[in-house]
């Protein structure tokens, strides 16, 4: 993507506001995500041509209600709006309210307002609006808010044009404030505005009411606006309720101005669908309904791209190890990097259907639903309302689930949600979880219509949430916590999901997985191959001869190579490495080459299929064509010489990747969060003894 740009352009409002929406149909395709400098949030950029024939950055900052911050990622508006030297400080800002609900919507717009930002108000959701039989007169609305106003519709795409129009053009600056603070602190303002060279009363207010949460400034300027305030008697808290009590009585005034409301009940058939989504008992039903679809779909769906993925690729490898002349160069190709790749590519299309999936329930307003029905059973295991939110993300990654726990006002229930969230199973463990099903769950049907593979997905699932409940529960009464926590979260009105919306979600989610994940396993499968191909002491060295003796004496198959490879593979440094932890992992029924790819998955837990992929591609024929899952469904037993792959190794290996801790970046994350390595290391050891013991059993069990 481009990096030089003829302005930036930020896309601010409220939750639920449409603007995610809006961004898309802005940004199209050309979208990156990162991170805000200094602070892990995430940070959503995208290149946007307008019509003057200029290249903007259009920056999608958090959404939030005010310019007052409750969370980080809040903060981080904050910053951009009020330092002017942040990178991400706007030329321009589109503001995205709510066309349905405006008087809620209006207050971080005045407030961005009042700090002289260039700005264009989007009342987005016109549709919503319309439907709801709202007659809005933009033009004495635009004359009482002293904006541009342009009415959009995100889902058809109605307005877009005008509004890249409309900033073409010099966007007016308010000649006077909405609200002016002068009054509520005349000798603080101008005192900071003096010492700090601010032109804006509103910012220097801005300064005084948060001058303790913004990152910008230096300790000596956070203390000396410190000095400020107490000379001149400012009190943050109660100037800043007069304030909002105050924007609050001007916009009501302007909404019942220039809004006519018709008779209620045009929005009843949302309340009407509550009913029955979020009732105590059907709501649960329908919830769980959706999931067992969404896991069935999983198996059924992807079936057919997966096979064709995993031939293509059996195929390109035996392509390219007959055409590039035998050597190292060749063996590291395909026995390392094809092998590898295979082992992300396969899975594209199961990770496309899930946050395809997820997408479609964002969209729709139904997760708002499920979030809310969750909230419900967490309370009953002691648990804050608000962990409900890094719990669910959690399904997603583990890691940016872990960071939303920043909302968690009480340090033990946001300690307790940050301990449990890795038990929830993240889309990097569902390679390793539709590997193995496919390998030892037959394709049946339960009850005529139910596919068994996708309901032992489900069950994995549900074992994650039920181990995070009840570890949740026991941590409640260890930290003695007794302090009530509450949710507030609101619920947006149904809409049919934006087809185009989803899709773009899909690619992202898909590009994100094939090109980070793709990055660290073929990384580690190059690293395999060279440990799995190379060793040290006599056995290896003498690897030939040794071969050529057992054969002889019949203590080896007849196949020559095949007996050569499996010798060396056992014999190499990586082989020496698993048969040094085999004893440790061998009652839950695992040999060495699974005792390295457990080692190896702890980089990331898709590694896990990458590193088997790479073990048993050691050493294979030229002609051999064999996928991954054959391959593993030939392995034997080297204890019984029967089938390693049972049905009581695979759920073991099932359970085990279901409670143990994901991977080293959330064991970071982990550290960060909590400051210190003890709550990481407890937490480790937690875990890993719970995924041991769970496995041990459910290997005796089928055993």
């Not at 959404?63 to 030329?91: A, F, M, R, W």
């Not at 800002?93 to 209006?106: E, G, H, P, Q």
């Not at 660290?520 to 499968?525: F, H, Q, R, Y």
Request: contains cysteine; glycine residues 6%.
């Amino acid at each position: 993507m481009a990096k030089n740009f003829d302005l930036k352009i930020a896309l601010v409002g409220n939750p639920n506001s449409g603007k995610t929406t809006l961004f898309n149909l802005l940004t199209g395709l050309n979208q990156r995500t990162g991170n805000f400098p200094g602070v892990t949030v995430d940070k959503k950029s995208g290149k946007m041509k307008l019509p003057d024939g200029r290249l903007a950055e259009l920056i999608d900052l958090p959404g939030t209600y005010s310019i007052y911050p409750k969370t980080l990622d809040e903060q981080v508006v904050q910053d951009v709006l009020l330092n002017p030297k942040h990178p991400q400080h706007p030329d321009a800002v589109i503001v995205v309210a709510d066309a349905s609900n405006l008087k809620r919507n209006l207050l971080f717009f005045t407030q961005i307002r009042d700090l002289n930002l260039p700005c264009v108000l989007a009342l987005n959701m016109i549709d919503v609006a319309d439907r709801r039989k709202l007659q809005i007169n933009l033009r004495s609305l635009t004359i009482d808010l002293g904006v541009k106003i342009l009415p959009t519709n995100s889902r058809s795409g109605a307005g877009i044009e005008l509004l890249k129009q409309a900033l073409t053009e010099e966007l007016p600056r308010p000649k006077k404030a909405f609200y002016p603070v002068r009054p509520l602190a005349e000798q603080t303002i101008d005192h900071i505005k003096e010492g700090f060279d601010l032109s804006e009363d509103y910012r220097a207010y801005q300064y005084a009411q948060q001058n303790k949460r913004l990152s910008f400034l230096s300790d000596l300027e956070k203390e000396e606006i410190e000095q400020i305030k107490k000379k001149n008697g400012f009190y943050d808290v109660p100037t800043q309720s007069q304030e909002t009590i105050g924007r609050y009585a001007l916009i009501s005034d302007i909404i019942d101005r220039n809004i006519k409301t018709a008779i209620e009940g045009s929005s009843s058939l949302s309340k009407k669908i509550d009913q029955i989504t979020t009732h105590k008992v059907f709501g649960y039903l329908i919830f769980a309904l959706i999931l067992l679809v969404i896991f069935q779909a999983i198996f059924a769906w992807a079936e057919w791209p997966m096979n064709l993925i995993e031939n293509t690729m059996a195929e390109l490898t035996a392509v390219t190890k007959s055409l590039l002349p035998q050597g190292v160069f060749n063996d590291l190709i395909t026995d390392g990097v094809l092998a590898g790749l295979a082992g992300v590519v396969v899975f594209i299309p199961q990770i496309a259907l899930l946050f395809g999936f997820i997408a479609l329930l964002e969209e729709s307003g139904y997760m708002s639903r499920a979030v809310f029905l969750m909230d419900r059973v967490m309370r009953s295991f002691g648990l804050n309302g608000k962990s409900v939110v890094p719990m669910v993300s959690g399904m997603a990654c583990a890691i940016p689930a872990i960071m939303a726990t920043r909302n968690i006002e009480n340090w033990k229930d946001r300690l307790i949600t940050i301990f449990v969230t890795p038990f929830m199973s993240c889309s990097a463990r569902l390679p390793v979880y539709t590997l193995l099903i496919a390998l030892v769950v037959p394709k049946v049907d339960v009850f005529g219509f139910i596919n068994l593979q996708g309901l032992v997905l489900a069950a994995l699932y549900l074992l994650g949430i039920l181990a995070a409940l009840v570890s949740a529960w026991v941590l409640k009464i260890i930290l003695k916590t007794d302090l009530k926590g509450y949710f507030i979260m609101e619920l947006p009105s149904y809409k049919v999901p934006k087809l185009k919306n989803v899709g773009l979600t899909i690619y992202e989610k898909s590009l994100t997985f094939v090109v980070e994940a793709g990055k660290v396993i073929i990384a580690i499968s190059i690293l395999l191959w060279v440990l799995a191909s190379y060793g040290a002491g006599e056995d290896f060295e003498n690897a030939e001869a040794i071969v050529t003796q057992k054969m002889a004496d019949g203590s080896m198959g007849e196949d020559y190579e095949v007996a050569l490879s499996a010798y060396k593979l056992e014999h190499s440094f990586a082989g020496t490495f698993g048969k040094f932890i085999e004893p440790a992992i061998r009652p839950l029924g695992y040999d060495w080459k699974i005792g390295i790819a457990l080692i190896t998955s702890f980089a990331a837990r898709e590694v896990f299929v990458g590193t088997i992929s790479t073990i048993y591609s050691i050493g294979a024929s030229e002609d051999d064509e064999l996928t991954i899952k054959e391959r593993l469904s030939e392995e034997k037993n080297p204890w019984t010489g029967g089938k390693m792959y049972t049905p009581a190794l695979g759920y073991s290996l099932m359970v085990f990747y279901a409670f143990a801790m994901q991977c080293m970046s959330t064991l970071a994350v982990v550290y960060r969060e909590t400051k210190g390595w003890k709550w990481p290391i407890i937490q480790t050891i937690y875990m890993s003894a719970f995924a041991y013991l769970a496995a041990w059993l459910t290997y005796t069990l089928f055993s």
